[in-house]
Nanobody, 112 residues
């Protein structure tokens, strides 16, 4: 059974940084592409960052500010978020896209 546990969310001022972590278990982590998604208040969920074994891609809204990475030895995927903006406020989810599996999410609030 796929388990995805996110951590690292919180309140941060505009321009600040946060690093999210996702501990994955219940599947062969190395064999799967991983994503981070988010859902802002009143909006649909969207995928913002994607990583394969070596390549990454990002939604235009977060490109050059967010960095996704993975540590296969720890079965963990990360999202480094820099230069955060109020519009980045959302619940952030760890996602296994090929299984449509989403974690429980971690809240990020960007506000002064």
């Amino acid at each position: 059974q796929v388990q995805l546990v996110e951590s690292g969310g919180g309140l941060v001022q505009p321009g600040g940084s946060l690093r999210l972590s996702c501990a994955a278990s219940g599947f062969s982590f190395r064999s799967y592409n991983m994503c981070w998604g988010r859902q802002a208040p009143g909006k649909q969920r969207e995928l913002v960052a994607h990583i394969t074994s070596g390549a990454t891609r990002y939604a235009d809204s977060v490109k050059d500010r967010f960095t996704i990475s993975r540590d296969s030895a720890k079965n963990t995927v990360y999202l480094q978020m820099d230069n955060l903006k109020p519009e980045d406020t959302a619940v952030y989810y760890c996602v296994v896209p090929s299984r449509n599996s989403w974690g429980q999410g971690t809240q990020v609030v960007v506000s002064s």
